[in-house]
């Protein structure tokens, strides 16, 4: 107590003044910080842009199947957020799996018998990049590979065949990119033309991913 005592004086005559600002101090920031956090989640604050992923605006694509004539017919039913081209497996939408212990999320977009299946986004915003993550899904079973073209404005950009040769379903290790930096901010149609020298196991999935 006595070793004590000349520290609890200094404490009394110095530091003892400064608890009540350091507390309105305090409180200050964290009303900052709360005032940050509801501007950031209102929008006031302007966001940093994220990857965007067009899967999510399926609604607006265009669908359709072009056959060995060369005739593109469209599929024009659009139900529970899938774009439907006949019957079972004969649609394009959403679906996700595990692989790996890694979330695979993309658009299940099977190839058709002797045909191309085509899903077009037109009117997207262009970033930096597009990276498509590609793959065929566990269901399936060790086929032919399947042939992804991405078209810009019709214009051939990207070309990939998964498995490189017949093989098991599997995700690509790399995602598929297509590099955008010299049209970033303008608007374009992107096009994807999907098709395999035989359709057995092959559950195609992708995700195309604006860079911004």
């Known amino acids: 107590p ?8 200094l404490w009394r005559r110095r530091g003892a003044p ?8 305090a409180v200050g920031l964290v009303a900052l ?4 956090l509801l501007a950031k989640a209102g929008g006031v604050l302007p966001r940093a842009p994220r990857t965007r992923s067009l899967a999510h605006e399926l609604n607006t694509a265009r669908v359709a199947l072009r056959g060995a004539d060369g005739k593109e017919r469209r599929c024009r039913i659009y139900q529970m957020g899938r774009w439907i081209c006949g019957e079972g497996w004969r649609y394009v939408g959403p679906v996700a799996e595990e692989w ?6 993309g658009l299940w977009a099977h190839p058709p018998e002797r045909a191309t299946l ?7 915003r262009l970033g930096r990049a597009l990276e498509v993550v590609y793959g065929i899904l566990q269901s399936g079973g060790v086929g032919e590979p399947v042939h992804l073209r991405v078209l810009l404005d019709g214009k051939p950009v990207g070309e990939v065949q998964w498995p490189r040769q017949r093989g098991p379903a599997g995700w690509a290790a790399k995602p598929l990119r ?3 930096r010299a049209r970033r901010g303008q608007r374009a149609t992107w096009r994807f033309e999907i098709h ?10 992708f995700d195309p991913r604006v860079v911004p």
């Open 178 to 180: 297509v590099d955008t």
């Open 2 to 9: 006595a070793l004590a005592a000349p520290w609890q004086r």
């Open 118 to 124: 085509i899903v077009e986004f037109p009117h997207q």
């Open 196 to 205: 395999t020298g035989h359709i057995g196991g092959r559950h195609f999935v």
């Open 18 to 25: 400064l608890v009540r600002p350091a507390r309105w101090a």
């Open 100 to 105: 790996n212990l890694l979330n695979r999320f």
């Open 33 to 36: 910080a709360a005032l940050w």
